[in-house]
Antibody
Framework: QVTLKESGTGILQPSQALSLTCSFSGFSLSTTGICVSWIRQPSGKGLEWLAD???????GYNPSLKNRLSISKDTSNNQAFLKITSVDTADTATYYC???????????WGQGVMVTVSS | DIQMTQSPSSMSVSLGDTVTITCRAS??????VNWFQQKPGKSPRRMIYRATNLADGVPSRFSGSRSGSDYSLTISSLESEDVADYHCLQYDEYPNTFGAGTKLELK
């Protein structure tokens, strides 16, 4: 059974760094072709893909967030991480992680974690 | 970035209707388009993958099609449980990009 669950800082102040963890089970990020993506959604708005990390440590980033994103993984503990530096109110959103890969594109999603940036 | 222009942004529907939502890709994305359903407070659920393939457990009244750069999600004989937001996604090229979403509302 595939499950993913996000966790991270719930409330931050502008300019702080946001750290998110995606803990998953039922698959491994060491399996060829498997990736984990991060996606976010401001309340009442659409979805925005942020970044992904794959079994071979390949990484993809959304250039709209310039150099603020950093994605990493801990294969042994079945976790993927996303860090966003210098947050501002526009980063307030629900953040999701999702499984991705050859033939299994975005088939399973976590429940999401709400992040609020406020002074 | 590839733009996925999704239409309509909202639709007033009745039970039993046939509903079609479309995304137009600004560049060729081949078959790499998914459709997701999202209900309030819930995570997106994959409905269609690779443009035309029905995801596991999805009712057969849902279907996906492609005509050139236009991708469509069709719901035949709409049921109450289908009232939700729908999103398209292209994952052919980085950055992956979503359409702006379509909100189905009951008349």
């Amino acid at each position: 059974q595939v499950t993913l669950k996000e966790s991270g800082t719930g409330i931050l102040q502008p300019s702080q760094a946001l750290s998110l963890t995606c803990s998953f089970s039922g698959f491994s990020l060491s399996t060829t072709g498997i990736c984990v993506s991060w996606i976010r959604q401001p309340s009442g708005k659409g979805l925005e893909w942020l970044a992904d990390i794959c079994w071979d440590d390949g990484k993809g980033y959304n250039p709209s967030l310039k150099n603020r994103l950093s994605i990493s993984k801990d294969t042994s503990n079945n976790q993927a991480f996303l860090k966003i530096t210098s947050v501002d109110t526009a980063d307030t959103a629900t953040y999701y992680c999702a499984r991705q890969g050859m033939g299994i594109s975005f088939d399973y999603w976590g429940q999401g974690v709400m992040v609020t940036v406020s002074s | 970035d590839i733009q996925m222009t999704q239409s309509p942004s909202s639709m007033s529907v009745s039970l039993g209707d046939t509903v079609t939502i479309t995304c137009r890709a600004s560049q060729d994305v081949g078959i790499y388009v998914n459709w997701f359903q999202q209900k309030p407070g819930k995570s997106p659920r994959r409905m269609i993958y690779r443009a035309t393939n029905l995801a596991d457990g999805v009712p057969s009244r849902f279907s996906g099609s492609r005509s050139g750069s236009d991708y469509s999600l069709t719901i035949s004989s709409l049921e109450s449980e289908d009232v939700a937001d729908y999103h398209c996604l292209q994952y052919d090229e980085y950055p992956n990009t979503f359409g702006a979403g379509t909100k189905l509302e009951l008349k």
